[in-house]
């Protein structure tokens, strides 16, 4: 961690959110967040491998070390992390939502505009109007004075939220990496770009034969974007409905293939037993639709209830992996608690004591949070279990498997309200919830699988744990009020 890596990050984060938000928010074109391995922070190091080149032969001393440039991605991953999908994007649709489209019709006003904690949200009806119909400015003083106090507590949740979970990461790190030794395939690509400053990736013919074919069917397809009589190349959710007419694999219409090369590429990095149990389980699937379709099952509302499998299944997950790193915890704690411990000699110098300090201290930050926002104490406990339970098992999923973790309809308002039924649930609660859903729509953008991934390359590579713990906090915190400015921008003039 160097002074000059730190600051070719903190350079590259605004150009980095503004851009993210241009694609994604402006043009709505998602894949660079929604995907695992985040598209344009790879981009950007891949630069910067490119770059390092004719320095390292120049003057090997001036060129980037892998460290340096593992940095610089980290804080970008981060950067990501927070101005990609399903994060701070998710607070710009929602901050301002209820009082732009509240009608007589819907009776919003009386239903649950005295239910809205005014200190998060945008009412002013001048700013609001500016804000969705793309006109003025928002850094005015009469803007920021509407727009700074919801951003600002925002902004201190948001921060708190990153916090806890790096320290959730951090106690969780050691058993995944050393002792179940988990194989991290999304950290591959990074490890390897890197490698000697990126002298052997970038000069292995084989890297280059399958990054050739890739660059060629996706070029191929831009052809038939702008002109339609080419022929597309079908690559990615080709539907498959069109052959399944007759009942009962008329169950299954809404299967979709796809032939991603970068999966296949990740794919390399699985153990084989992963591999087959997502073939497994992915069929699994189709085979309760049409058994439901043979034995009309499906006339169930709902059926074959696959978010709620879904719900059980991710809590499974990460209960599972708590009771399997139990002993590890325990032990963490002991020695936060000063008392003795089998931890290794080089383990006792982690600083496991701040990082129980962090949970205990964001932990009633929560707590005095949601309690303000009119939530009763018995909800926020099981909100805040349920997510922290979601963020492991995402975590988990990413560390073991790197796959995808877009889960819809997986989430603490929906699981607590169809456990307990809304009756059970004050309206206070109801809406306490739901202001915090743009953080928990979905999960691609979650904070936690970055850090822990973070956390891992610096094991790789001896780079500090503790030092790449601070840049990805870093460069979070940095990121969140530059995806501010880039999302207020961004809006008020589209």
């Known amino acids: 961690v160097t002074l000059r890596a730190l600051l070719i990050g903190l350079v590259l984060i605004p150009i980095h959110c503004y851009w993210v938000t241009v694609i994604e928010v402006r043009w709505y074109t998602l894949d660079g967040s929604c995907l695992p391995l985040f598209v344009e922070p790879v981009f950007f190091l891949f630069l910067l491998t490119l770059a390092n080149l004719p320095l390292r032969l120049l003057r090997r001393s001036a060129a980037l070390s892998q460290g340096e440039l593992l940095v610089i991605y980290i804080m970008l991953v981060m950067s990501m992390t927070m101005a990609g999908h399903d994060m701070l994007q998710n607070l710009f649709g929602v901050i301002a939502h209820p009082f732009r489209f509240a009608t007589p019709g819907n009776k919003w006003e009386s239903l649950f505009w005295p239910l809205i904690p005014r200190w998060l949200f945008v009412s002013d009806v001048r700013q609001v109007n500016n804000f969705y119909e793309g006109r003025g400015s928002p850094f005015s003083l009469e803007a920021l004075g509407v727009w700074l106090p919801p951003l600002f507590n925002w902004g201190l949740f948001v921060a708190a939220l ?12 050691r058993p995944w990496s050393r002792e179940e030794k988990l194989s991290y395939p999304i950290i591959q690509v990074p490890l390897r770009l890197t490698d000697d400053q990126g002298t052997v990736l970038l ?3 084989t890297m280059w034969l399958g990054f050739g074919a890739a660059a060629l069917a996706d070029a191929y397809n831009g052809l038939n974007t702008y002109f339609p009589n080419v022929p597309p190349f079908q690559l990615r959710q080709y539907p498959i409905g069109q052959y399944l007419t007759n009942p ?10 796809s032939f991603y090369p970068f999966m296949i590429g990740l794919a390399f990095f699985l153990p084989q037993d992963l591999q087959f149990s997502c073939w497994f389980f992915f069929v699994l699937r189709l085979v309760e639709q049409v058994t439901g379709r043979v034995a009309g099952w499906d006339a169930v509302p709902g059926f074959p209830f696959f978010n709620e499998q879904g719900s059980g299944a991710w809590l499974g997950l990460a209960l599972i992996a708590l009771w399997v790193a139990r002993r590890h915890l325990w032990a963490a704690l002991r020695h936060a608690a000063g008392l003795k411990t089998h931890l290794a000699a080089d383990e006792k110098r982690w600083p496991y004591a701040l990082a129980f300090a962090a949970l205990a201290g964001t932990g009633a930050y929560f707590w005095l949070f949601v309690r303000a926002m009119g939530m009763t104490w018995p909800i926020a406990l099981a909100f805040f279990s349920v997510f922290f339970l ?3 098992a995402i975590s988990r999923v990413r560390a073991e498997l ?3 973790h877009e889960i819809f309809f997986v989430n603490p308002q929906t699981i607590i309200a169809e456990t307990l039924g809304t009756v059970r649930l004050s309206a206070k609660n109801m809406t306490a919830m739901n202001c915090l859903f743009w953080f928990n729509r979905c999960y691609r953008c979650h904070p936690m699988p970055n850090q822990i991934e973070a956390l891992k390359m610096a094991e790789e590579r001896s780079l500090g744990t503790g030092s790449i713990a601070l840049v990805t906090l870093l460069g979070a915190l940095v990121s969140i009020p530059v995806a501010f400015w880039a999302n207020l921008k961004v809006t008020y003039q589209y």
């Open 162 to 173: 990153v916090v806890a979970l790096l320290a959730v990461a951090f106690l969780l790190n």
């Open 390 to 392: 979601l963020s492991i």
């Open 203 to 205: 000069r292995n013919r």
């Open 248 to 257: 009962p694999l008329n169950a299954i219409q809404g299967t979709r293939i």
């Open 402 to 404: 790197g796959a995808p």
